[in-house]
């Protein structure tokens, strides 16, 4: 039998699955290609995914379970990082590939 410490509700489990969601969009992002692809495409996603880690780094401060509030702050920060990261790889690419 789980005793109550330990039982947590859904609602306090959407951050994390929002944040596992939206990881999942950016891995697929970096491998997605094409033999004509335009650099804009995985720019607006990574934007996109990049907002959304944003939002959810919010989100989870409004967690009441500490230790998965303070889990999906560190995820969102580090994930957020990443993405801008990459997201500022592809600006200089484009800025340095010249006009279209």
Do not use: Q
């Not at 969601?21 to 033999?35: D, E, H, N």
């Not at 939002?55 to 920060?77: A, D, E, G, Y």
Request: charged residues 10%; hydrophobic residues 60%; positive net charge.
């Amino acid at each position: 039998m789980i005793s109550s410490s330990y039982e947590v509700n859904k609602k306090e489990t959407l951050p994390l699955l929002v944040t596992m969601i939206l990881i999942g969009m950016g891995v697929a992002t970096f491998f997605l290609r094409g033999p004509d692809m335009n650099l804009w495409i995985p720019i607006w996603i990574y934007a996109v995914v990049d907002f959304g880690f944003v939002i959810t780094f919010v989100w989870s401060f409004f967690v009441k379970v500490k230790s998965m509030k303070w889990f999906t702050v560190f995820l969102n920060v580090l994930c957020l990082g990443v993405t801008t990261t990459l997201l500022f790889f592809l600006l200089l690419a484009v800025g340095l590939s010249g006009p279209n």
